[in-house]
C-alpha cells in the first residue's frame, strides 16, 4: 500500500476534517409549555408533539 513521501501538515489535516466537529443541539421552544426541545421530537416536559398528547409523563413519586 502506498505511503506519502512527506509528512501531511496539521492545518490541511484540520482543514479535511472540518465537517467532523460536534455542533451544540439545535433546540426549539414547545408551543405548549415553551420549553426547549428537540426538533421532531417529542417535549420531555409535557409530552405534546404536533399538538397531541404522544407521551405519557409520569409525575416523580418520592421515595422515603
Same mark, same amino acid.
Given at each position: 500500500? @502506498?505511503? @506519502?513521501?512527506r509528512k501531511? @501538515?496539521? !492545518? +490541511?489535516?484540520? !482543514?479535511? +476534517?472540518?465537517h467532523?466537529g460536534?455542533k @451544540? !443541539?439545535? $433546540?426549539?421552544? #414547545? /408551543?405548549? #409549555? =415553551?420549553?426547549p426541545?428537540?426538533p =421532531?421530537h /417529542? #417535549?420531555q416536559? #409535557?409530552g405534546?408533539?404536533g399538538g +397531541?398528547?404522544a $407521551?405519557?409523563?409520569? !409525575? /416523580?413519586?418520592?421515595q422515603e
Amino acid at each position: 500500500m @502506498p505511503l @506519502p513521501k512527506r509528512k501531511y @501538515p496539521k !492545518a +490541511r489535516q484540520g !482543514a479535511r +476534517r472540518s465537517h467532523l466537529g460536534f455542533k @451544540p !443541539a439545535q $433546540l426549539t421552544e #414547545c /408551543p405548549q #409549555c =415553551h420549553t426547549p426541545r428537540r426538533p =421532531h421530537h /417529542p #417535549c420531555q416536559v #409535557c409530552g405534546n408533539y404536533g399538538g +397531541r398528547q404522544a $407521551l405519557v409523563i409520569k !409525575a /416523580p413519586t418520592l421515595q422515603e
